[in-house]
């Protein structure tokens, strides 16, 4: 799943933003290779830092090793049970902002996601710019949320 395809930057490793303190970060996973095609060009040109992550065990790993503020989870293109890796996900100690993404986009589904204690849906079918603006939103939600309430950051 991870590995350099076609001269390509290496997608499974962290790339790293302008300044890592305040660029926009996420985990992904997802083994959908256009999805994660499409995050990455995302990413590169806002200068953001995305990390590709196999499984909910090495997210949390990683968010170990780096706090990250948001993640993201394929459900369509994965095993194992989404509302239970949501719900990992969100436990984890530095409560990551969770998305779902989805082909499907509802709001039958997004009431699935907020009862599994996720953040929202990111639909797979949108265009790069509206992906782009999900992600913005759902970050500075993230941010505002690990600042807490009374900071003063």
Not at 8 to 34: H, M
Not at 69 to 94: C, F, K
Request: proline share 6%; charged share 25%; glycine share 6%.
């Amino acid at each position: 799943m991870q590995g350099t395809t076609r001269g390509e930057p290496n997608l499974g490793k962290t790339e790293p933003g302008a300044n890592d303190d305040v660029a926009l970060s996420f985990i992904v996973i997802t083994p959908d290779e256009k999805f994660h095609r499409t995050l990455y060009e995302i990413a590169r040109a806002g200068d953001w830092r995305i990390t590709r992550a196999a499984s909910v065990d090495e997210v949390g790993m990683l968010v170990w090793a780096k706090p990250t503020p948001m993640v993201i989870y394929d459900r369509d293109s994965t095993n194992e049970d989404w509302h239970d890796a949501i719900r990992r996900l969100g436990e984890l100690p530095t409560q990551p902002c969770v998305l779902l993404a989805s082909q499907v986009a509802d709001r039958y589904l997004l009431a699935e996601v907020v009862r599994s204690h996720g953040y929202d849906i990111l639909a797979k079918s949108v265009t790069p710019e509206k992906l782009k603006q999900c992600l913005r939103f759902a970050w500075s939600w993230a941010r505002s949320r690990a600042r807490g309430p009374g900071s003063s950051h």
